[in-house]
């Protein structure tokens, strides 16, 4: 998977920044990254050691609280619009026409903030009622 890029670079459609340490963010990543045969998606893992959120503008509290994406021109977007993006990118521009529809938006963006909310518990990263990351 790829480092961390400058923005302004044409060569992709959108950089994600995921989470590596979390189990279902990585099989959703092994996805995407089989798909990814023109390489239009980065793929960012904010929690190799030698990451630096300073670059992004957002700290790493705010990037492990849900996905964040940045396209070429440098605008970060987050939550559901970076799967829609990457689906998008990969070839799956159906799934994302289809969750951009009325109901399907609101009921996937909602879906994902209680994903996002409730990921490190669900991902068995919690213990004794506290969730940490490494």
Do not use: Q
Request: with cysteine.
């Amino acid at each position: 998977m790829n480092a961390s890029v400058n923005a302004l670079d044409p060569t992709f459609d959108v950089e994600v920044f995921f989470d590596g340490e979390c189990p279902l963010c990585r099989r959703e990543i092994a996805f995407i990254d089989k798909l990814n045969r023109r390489g239009r998606v980065r793929l960012t893992d904010i929690a190799a050691k030698d990451f630096d959120p300073a670059p992004i503008g957002r700290d790493m509290d705010a990037l492990m609280a849900r996905i964040h994406g940045r396209l070429p021109d440098g605008t970060l977007i987050e939550g559901v619009e970076v799967f829609r993006r990457v689906y998008s990118a990969i070839g799956l521009g159906a799934l994302s026409s289809v969750s951009r529809l009325p109901g399907v938006s609101w009921l996937a963006d909602r879906a994902y903030e209680v994903f996002a909310r409730n990921r490190l518990h669900l991902t068995g990263r919690c213990k004794d009622g506290v969730c940490a990351v490494d």
